[in-house]
């Protein structure tokens, strides 16, 4: 299939798994939007040029490994054993997984025998139910003891921001031809099926060596752009698999779709133990494979820039400047910079030299004037107040869009919002200061941010739900997940002052109670004084908190038990909606 369509088959339909109950993902309404005209300028030529390197193929070795490259966002990797192959990193959904097992298997059809998830990362796990359902021998889900607990955070109290912020990063909703690619691959390959993760059923801690069909592993964890991040040794073939502890553009030591705090020196430190086994194959599961001298050359110089990164902010932190002063300060020196694996099609050093500061001290700066500063709309006012008037601010902004004075003009935006002063006009304005500068940035995860940015504030631009669950999913997702997702939806101002306890009664055996005290849902499995008793299969639990049944329905059909109290059980579940 050439190229250009299958991008042109896929680009509307990569998303991030949510569920149903918690959020809405951003997408383009039926009626049509007015769409900025498109630009490439010089900035960004080098990008258009890194599209080549996720051109679809199936590397293929004579040490029996495939890499499945370009079919989405991550690398899949088939391994050759003896009777049974093993799949590292199960691409970004059921459709991808069987796309590219239909090369594989023309290369080897034994079964698949253990899948291996190098980290948490949807776009490595969410077509791994594609191999679960192959045939009645399932195999083996290996991860890291800490993978389920990542899935569940990102898929449970996380979902709604971390969905919209990806959203956004990745371009997942962008017009085709402004979506140049998303710096690590092609595009965000999650299609409309159901995101097909299953939970690990083999985990380790540290260390864990296994043969599998034949094949000597061993799996390293190896802290880096996930704390659950692990790498693939295969001794036997002198292959490394190093996850996305490196790949071919400067690293996301910060991700700005938001993530938990990424420890840079750990990076590192995962790296020189990974060059201390010498390979002679780098399979990443981003960008494409490396082999010979070149392997340990890449590894070098990609954790000496990481390196230079730490140290250098480290340094600079300690003479007392802020953060906003480092990031003017540091740059990689040439011998670094001019590798190819640095240029900055992901990361930043600007956003890492922030992320680490952060790491180190928190988000308070050392500035006083930033300790506890005034609101947004104070500030706005008294700005407002200094320039004569808040039509002066709006007189402001329009002369920047008008001077292509873009930074300037997202900033004088913020102000006039804050003052709710000609929304529409602002938003108008905002949106091509947006737009300006994201086509003409050449990292594409900023790119994409600013022009999905503008997209969402043009007219015609609304919120539905286009992705579902269906019972395998949610059968991977722990029930106290679902119960902390509840905690964490809980609306205040619907709860009364005094305490009120609802214990549910699943026909597992499991017991939980929520108690609704001073404004907060208490999560424990105490069975006295309910005020509401609720039995229930914990399945079903879980698919009316999806959004696949309405509870309505299943109070009235009795397969919800409410012992009598049906609408207040309904009031009950109301409280935890925005």
Sequence with gaps: MPYNTYIHMNTKSYHFFLLPLIFLLSSCSDEAISQPKIEFTSSVEKLVE???????????????IHVAVGFGIANSIMVEGEGGNIIIDAADSVYEAEKIYSYFKEINSNPIKAVIYTHNHGDHTFGAAYYYNLSEEKPKIIAHETTAYYMERILGILNPIISVRSSRMFGTFLPEEQLINVGIGPFLGVSQSVPGYIKPDITFADELKLSIAGIDIELHHAIGETNDQLFVWLPQRKALMPGDNIYKTFPNLYTIRGTTHRDVKGWVDSLDHMRSLDPEFLFPSHTKPLEGDEVMATLTIYRDAIQYVHDQTIRLMNQGLYPDQIIELIELPKEIADS???????????????????GYLGWFNGNIAELDPLSRKDEALRLSDMVGGIENIYLQLEMAVETNDMQWALQLSDHLIALDYKIKDVNKLRSQAADYIGQRSSNPNKRNYLLSSALELQPGF????????DSLLLEQLSMDNFFNILSVRLNPDAVEADP?????????????????????????????????????????????????????????????????KSAEFLIFLSKFRD
């Excluded at 890194?50 to 029996?64: A, L, M, Q, R, W």
């Excluded at 609304?462 to 669950?469: C, D, W």
């Design 50 to 64: 890194h599209t080549k390197e996720f051109i679809p193929k199936v590397y293929s070795y004579d040490n029996g």
């Design 340 to 358: 190819p694996f640095l240029n900055e099609f992901y990361g930043t050093i600007r956003w890492s030299v922030k992320s680490i500061f952060n």
């Design 462 to 469: 609304e919120l539905e739900n286009i992705l579902t669950s």
């Design 500 to 564: 009120y306890r609802v214990c549910f009664k699943f026909d597992s055996g499991l017991i939980k109670t929520i108690t609704l005290r001073n404004k907060i849902a208490e999560i424990s499995s105490i069975t006295t004084n309910c005020d509401l008793n609720i039995e229930l299969a914990d399945d079903l639990f879980k698919e009316v908190l999806a959004g696949l049944h309405n509870p309505i329905r299943k109070v009235a059909a009795g397969d919800i038990n409410t012992n009598g």
